[in-house]
């Protein structure tokens, strides 16, 4: 009796079917999603070591308007084929996650490697960070990777779901949309120039980045430039840790002020010169 007892009680425990769930089984979750972002980051980093950033200005005007209103003929697309399993991955919440979490971890990166004005090819990379992209990222092929999959499928999400009854929803996406939009297919026109100009001097000319000089059909003339300066410190460094060295937790620093030549800086007797 007892062992009949412990037999029903181990068949009717309840059937979890996450267990048996295998990797990649349709329909893929969060786990996919991430993994495939991740496949398409470390595929930005190869094409970026092999071929160099992407040559954005082949989709300056007018190219991108053709791309944009590709982009609208997709998402219109997926409307009309929004039963289909693909589309439906691919508006998806865990698909719009793991694109969102690829592009805050290059954000991030981004935060932490300085940007360089100027991509480098391949043969001119001085570092491997600078051949992999890391120094110029939003101009770089795992950015361009995960921006156009974001796009589409942001683009895709809004026909998608389109109704009136949802206002807000297409408020807060339709905006976020249009400012991708024009953001991404509007930076091969962005132009960066550089202009010296004197106090009391005229200037019309302007330097690119790759060092040429171009004419504007305008002129700048500065009249004035006014430069507010304030006293420098002087610390103490640790060349160890590098920091400046104080007593009582702070840092003692001696500012260089004409007006008070004089002073102390952690048992030193300083005294201002020049």
Known sequence: ???????????????????ERRPFAVPWGYAESLTLALAAMVGGFAAEWLTGPP????IAWPLNLALALIVVALAALARFNRRRAAVKYFTSVPFSVA????????????????????????????SLGARLGLDHLTSSWPFAV???????????????RFSLKRLIFLANHLGLWLLLLAAGLGAADRLREFMPVR????????????GSIAELPLAIRLD???????????????????????????????QLDPLEPK????GYDIELLE
């Open 99 to 126: 694109l969102i979490a690829g592009l805050g971890a290059l954000s991030l990166v981004m935060g932490f490697i300085p940007q360089a004005a100027v991509p480098y090819s391949p043969p001119d990379a001085p």
């Open 146 to 160: 995960l921006y156009s999959a974001t796009l589409l499928s942001l683009g895709a999400t809004i026909a998608v």
């Open 263 to 266: 002073g102390r800086l952690l």
């Open 199 to 210: 106090e009391g001097g005229l200037e019309w000319r302007v330097q690119h980045p790759d």
């Open 1 to 19: 009796m007892r062992a009949e007892a412990i037999t029903e009680g181990a068949q009717a425990a309840p059937h979890n079917p996450l267990r």
């Open 55 to 58: 040559p954005l200005r082949l």
């Open 224 to 254: 004035s430039f006014d430069v507010e300066e304030y006293p420098a410190k002087l610390a103490l460094i640790d060349h160890e840790t590098g920091l400046p060295q104080g007593t009582d937790g702070r840092m003692d620093f001696f």
